[in-house]
C-alpha cells in the first residue's frame, strides 16, 4: 500500500482504539476504511433512503453466509409514521426510530421453512431445537451487518435497535409476524444529520480479544484499566460523566432488573412458536 494510502487507515486505528497503530506497515483499504469509521447514528436528514440503495444492501445481505443455505431471516422495511411511532414505543421510547427515514425489523424466521414442510408433507421437527433458533440468529445477525456495511459505503448511517426484544408478542402484533418468527432487532437508516454527528466509540485493545493458540486470561485486567480510562476519556468530551466501562457492563449483566423486561424472552419466544429443545 502506498504512503498516501496509510494514513487514513492509521488515523481511524488511533480513533477506534485511543492508542497508536502499533504496526507500520498496518494492511488497509477502502473496506477497512469503512468498517473502522462506523459510528451508530441517532439523528437523520429527513432524505429517503433511495430504493435502488435498499435494494443494494437486501442483495449485500443476503449475500452473507447462511448455514447449510437454511436463509432462516426476513426483513420488514418500515416508513409509515404512526407505525415506526409504535415501535418506539415499544422499544423504549427511541425516538430515533421516528425520526429515521427507514426502519428496517430483522426477522428471525423459521416460519417459512415450516410451511414448506407442510407444503410437502413432511416433518420439521428439526425447528423445534435451540441450535436450529441459534443457527436462525446468527443468519440474521450476518445478514444485517452485511446491509450494514452496505448502506454506510452509500453514505448512510445505521443504528440497530435491540429494544424490539423489550415487548416481542406486542411487535409480532404490529408488524402481523406468522408464528415461529420474531423480530430479533431493528436498524434505523438514513442520511447521518452532521449536526449532530457523535465521535467514534472506543473498543477495547485488540490484545484483550486476541488471543493465540488458548484462551488467555492472565493479561486482561491491565489491559481493561488502560481501557476504562480511555473510555472515561471519550464520554468526557461528550459531557457525560466519565464512568468506567467495565463497571457499566458489569452493572448492565448484574440482574434480571437490569435487562430492560427482555428476562422474560424465553417465555415471549414460547408464545412466539418457539419450543427450544
Keep these: ?10 488515523e481511524l486505528w488511533n480513533t477506534r482504539y485511543r492508542d497508536a497503530c502499533p504496526d507500520a506497515q498496518l494492511a488497509g483499504n477502502e473496506t477497512v476504511l469503512s468498517l473502522l ?6 439523528s437523520y436528514l429527513a432524505e429517503e433512503v433511495p430504493e435502488n440503495v435498499l435494494a443494494a444492501a437486501l442483495a449485500a445481505a443476503q449475500s452473507a453466509s447462511t448455514s447449510s443455505n437454511l436463509q432462516m431471516w426476513s426483513v420488514i422495511a418500515i416508513a409509515d409514521p404512526a407505525r415506526k411511532a409504535r415501535l418506539a414505543a415499544l ?18 424466521d423459521q416460519s417459512r421453512l415450516r410451511r414448506l414442510g407442510e ?22 445477525t450476518l445478514a444485517a451487518q452485511n446491509a450494514a456495511v452496505a448502506f454506510e459505503s452509500f453514505g448512510l448511517g445505521i443504528v ?11 411487535v409480532a402484533a404490529e408488524l402481523a409476524l406468522p408464528p415461529g418468527s ?13 449536526a449532530h454527528l457523535t465521535g467514534i466509540k472506543p473498543r477495547l485493545p485488540l490484545a484483550a480479544v486476541l488471543h493465540r493458540e488458548r484462551y488467555d486470561s492472565g493479561k486482561e485486567a491491565g489491559l481493561i484499566a488502560d481501557y476504562d480510562r480511555r473510555v472515561a476519556d471519550y464520554l468526557r ?5 466519565g464512568d468506567h466501562w467495565s463497571a457499566t457492563v458489569v452493572d448492565r449483566v448484574g440482574g434480571p432488573q437490569s435487562l430492560g423486561g427482555r428476562d422474560r424472552l424465553r417465555e415471549a419466544l414460547a408464545e412466539r412458536a418457539f419450543k427450544l429443545r
Design 91 to 108: 422499544s423504549g421510547g427511541q425516538k430515533h426510530i421516528e425520526q429515521a427515514p427507514l426502519f428496517l425489523a430483522w426477522v428471525l
Design 37 to 42: 469509521a462506523h459510528r451508530s447514528i441517532r
Design 119 to 140: 407444503a410437502q408433507g413432511k416433518p420439521t421437527e428439526g425447528l423445534d431445537y435451540l441450535e436450529t433458533f441459534v443457527v436462525g440468529a446468527v443468519d440474521t
Design 1 to 10: 500500500m502506498s504512503d498516501s494510502s496509510q494514513d487514513p487507515i492509521r
Design 160 to 170: 440497530y435497535i435491540g429494544g424490539m426484544r423489550n415487548h416481542p408478542e406486542q
Design 182 to 194: 420474531m423480530v430479533l432487532f431493528g436498524m434505523c437508516v438514513g442520511y447521518p444529520d452532521q
Design 237 to 241: 468530551e461528550r459531557g457525560a460523566n
